[in-house]
């Protein structure tokens, strides 16, 4: 009997290790219909835009909170993000353009281009979405999108959700690992979640939980 | 450090706007300043950023007792404080529920700024390296603050409007290079009022 509930253990123990590492499931879809199109694009901004977050930015076990300032100009895959300390104090500042980074202000530890450029990465995944038109999508019978994106470097990007039950992104890997995944929740003021949550698994694990203070227009 | 300077400026504000009347001469001014022992308030800090429409306001108290005992605090949009008690310094950000201690303290840096704070608060404007001051006695009397060489690349200029109620201000703006400046409006400003030593020393 001991001998037997020993196995149990063992055998759910390596169950959850075997969850922890099996990537999420990808789904198959096929191109959607034309009408469900704009569904993929539901979760970005469309039009110019202001928005102040509340970040908590949690990151080898440290936590830290900021506020994240960005203003956008999605046509032109342009915005310029700010990270203020708690005092107003401008941490960081810089602008995202056709051409690459141009980081106006950096302030230790913020300093490096590599934080710069990963700052950017997350902000360009969370408000703009691929460059190309998804490789197939979808809507189902309660109304949940599912669209997926081809990336250049072999990489994948999903969205599903509906407004109601809120939205997941999922960037892959070439591998079909999960690296960042987005949750975001409403309501959506002016195009923008109130609550949305980041999370990077690799090559640095970190999070950030993100709450909507103020936007304009 | 740059940081912690900006955060100096806006308590050193506090402090002269506390200390002065209007029509006060720069003497009377000073003296008046070496009799407080304790500053209690709350302000509403408004933050205008060149690329934001809207102004950030955020919300927050402070207390100070002579000669050394600061607490700084934001109330919203972050919850987060700063405690100075002696030659002890610490930072604390609201997360998830608790007080958490910010992962850059940055003692050393908020020390050197606490001292100059310290000089400023005695009377000793003319001993801070940092600023140059002019001050206006006329209605409203106002303090104009420049920083030296270093500072100004963080800090334009600082102007403090003092309220017709002696001991108060009604608020101060600060300038930084490249158009952004903040707005501190003071408000329940009270002057050697009574409070636990216990807010210098736990979030």
């Known amino acids: 009997m001991i001998r037997r509930k020993g196995l149990n253990i063992c ?13 999420k499931s990808k789904t198959t879809l096929s191109p959607g219909l034309p009408e469900d199109l704009p569904g993929c694009y539901a979760i970005f901004p469309a039009e110019p835009w202001e928005s102040v977050h509340r970040i908590e930015a949690t990151i080898r076990g440290g936590s830290s909170s900021l506020l994240g300032v960005t203003r956008g100009e999605p046509s032109e895959r342009r915005f310029q993000s700010l990270l203020l300390s708690p005092e107003g104090f ?32 997350d902000v360009t995944f969370l408000f703009l979405p691929p460059q190309v038109k998804p490789a197939t999508w979808g809507k189902k019978t309660d109304g949940t999108m599912i669209c997926n994106w081809e990336g250049p470097d072999d990489s994948h990007t999903e ?13 892959r890997d070439k591998q079909g690992e999960v690296i960042k995944e987005v949750v975001l929740n409403g309501p959506f003021v002016n195009g923008l979640a109130s609550r949305m949550e980041l999370r990077a698994f690799k090559p640095t694990p970190y999070r950030l939980r993100m709450t909507l203070l103020q936007t304009f227009p | 450090m740059k940081k912690f300077f900006f955060l100096s400026v806006l308590v050193t504000t506090v402090f002269l706007g506390a200390a002065g009347a209007p029509a006060q001469d720069w003497i009377s001014l000073k003296e008046a300043s070496r009799n407080i022992r304790s500053v209690k308030a709350e302000f509403l800090q408004k933050r205008y950023l060149q690329i934001l429409t809207k102004p950030l306001h955020s919300e927050g108290k402070l207390f100070f007792y002579a000669p050394d005992s600061l607490r700084w605090e934001y109330l919203n949009p972050l919850r987060s404080v700063m405690l100075q008690k002696g030659n002890t310094i610490q930072v604390y950000n609201f997360s998830e529920g608790a007080w958490k201690p910010e992962m850059t303290q940055a003692v050393e840096a908020r020390r050197m700024v606490l001292a100059e704070i310290s000089r400023w608060f005695q009377g000793r404007f003319d001993e801070s390296k940092g600023f140059k001051h002019t001050y206006s006695p006329e209605p409203p009397g106002h303090i104009i603050l420049v920083p030296g060489e270093g500072i100004n690349r963080f800090i334009q200029r600082i102007e403090i409007f003092l309220s017709v109620r002696p001991g108060v201000i009604d608020r101060v703006e600060i300038e930084e290079p490249g158009g952004s400046r903040t707005s501190i409006e003071f408000r329940n400003v009270e002057i050697n009022s009574s409070f636990s030593p216990e807010v210098f020393e736990k979030p």
């Open chain 1, 11 to 23: 055998l759910l123990g390596f169950l959850i290790l075997s969850i922890g590492c099996v990537p």
């Open chain 1, 90 to 121: 401008i941490l960081f500042d810089a602008e995202r353009r056709e051409n690459g980074i141009a980081v106006r202000k950096a302030v230790a530890p913020f300093d490096s281009p590599a934080f710069a450029r990963g700052l950017m990465e």
């Open chain 1, 159 to 171: 969205i599903t959700g509906s407004m109601e039950s809120g939205w997941r992104i999922l960037r």
